[in-house]
């Protein structure tokens, strides 16, 4: 490649660096503000962009390899054709909350506020089957890479509301343990960039970063049966210990729908479930509904909307279900804590939502 040829890549790449920087500012901010968000199965989010020099080798080592006719990659084309140009890393503490945070992805995707390009593809260095019985399946990459996550390819979709000119860039979504991402930080400094630097590693070293990958498996396991023991202690035995996320009773929905004029997402649905969990309404969902969202509350709610936003609740497609869940708390503290307190707090809530809109 001639000189003006890099120049030209590497300025593109600079220009491109802010905007992917935007991105994941905003998938991180999604997914960390989103209160139906599985908040106890995350545990860390780490996201970074690939620097110029592992881009350019890429790029060239791909560009090597194109076949008789193939448009080769260019400062104009990379952005698409890299599919790992920005990677945003969410780490759970335990097997299981991969699963859940698995689910709310694809929630996010059912409603087209994210888009899978491609996956999950499983890269485990981690070999063991998660589940007692599970035999290894075929489409798992069980080469031994020192790499151990599971990624998505992702886009912004259609009803995203971020921030304009990010609809063409792409993401990579990598979920992992904190095992896991503790033998993939290991073996990165210790291995793989070793190898990458021409430094030949004896064999019994190789084998000895596998069987850490093993024993760290084993551990992950272990926390996943001691967790679980743990959640049961003091539960009922027909008590359910949280799971993945599922949808609500249909007269949970169709309530709502009767209230609202129209239906929320699976989403809202979870974390309305969750919400008055944790307000210790033990009473079936929908009964409580009828208690706490009365008329009287739902059109104070949408008066101090108006107010507050110069907006009309509900009516905005891409904000009216966090409009659900700002009506719902304040029916709940109007419940619970008396009108001044949920007023207030509904107020502080609606400002902090204006002042975010401008950024």
Not at 14 to 30: M, T
Not at 203 to 212: A, K, V
Request: aromatic letters at 8%.
């Amino acid at each position: 490649m001639i000189e003006y040829q890099k120049e030209a890549r590497l300025i593109s790449f600079l220009n491109e660096k802010e905007r992917s920087k935007k991105l994941a500012e905003y998938i991180v901010h999604l997914i960390r503000d989103d209160p139906s968000s599985p908040i106890d199965s995350r545990h860390t989010f780490i996201y970074r962009i690939k620097d110029e020099f592992r881009l350019f080798e890429k790029i060239d080592a791909q560009n090597n390899e194109l076949e008789a006719g193939e448009p080769p990659i260019s400062e104009k084309n990379y952005q698409v054709k890299i599919g790992d140009l920005l990677g945003v890393r969410i780490i759970c503490l335990r097997l299981s909350d991969v699963g859940k945070v698995e689910a709310y992805l694809r929630l996010l995707s059912e409603e087209k506020i994210l888009r899978f390009v491609k996956g999950p593809d499983k890269k485990r260095s981690f070999i063991l089957p998660v589940d007692p019985g599970e035999s290894i399946s075929g489409g798992i990459d069980r080469r031994y890479s020192g790499y151990s996550s599971i990624h998505y390819q992702v886009e912004l979709g259609e009803n995203s509301d971020a921030p304009s000119g990010l609809e063409d860039l792409q993401v990579e979504f990598q979920l992992r343990t904190i095992l896991e991402e503790a033998w993939g930080e290991i073996d990165h400094k210790y291995r793989y960039v070793r190898s990458r630097s021409g430094v030949t590693l004896p064999d019994y070293i190789q084998r000895g970063f596998y069987n850490l990958s093993i024993y760290l498996q084993v551990a992950a396991l272990q926390a996943e049966d001691l967790c679980l023991l743990a959640e049961t202690q003091g539960l009922k035995t027909n008590a359910k210990v949280e799971g993945r996320p599922t949808p609500s009773p249909p007269a949970l929905e169709t309530h709502l729908e009767e209230i609202l004029g129209f239906k929320v997402t699976p989403r809202t649905l979870i974390y309305i479930e969750r919400r008055l969990d944790e307000v210790g309404f033990t009473e079936k969902p929908h009964k409580i509904l009828q208690k706490v969202f009365t008329e009287d509350r739902i059109l104070e709610f949408k008066t101090i909307f108006s107010e507050t936003l110069n907006l009309i609740a509900f009516t905005n497609a891409k904000e009216r279900n966090i409009d659900v869940i700002n009506a719902l708390n304040f029916a709940i503290f109007d419940e619970l804590q008396g009108k001044r307190v949920a007023q207030e707090g509904l107020r502080s809530v609606l400002r902090w939502r204006k002042e975010r809109s401008k950024c």
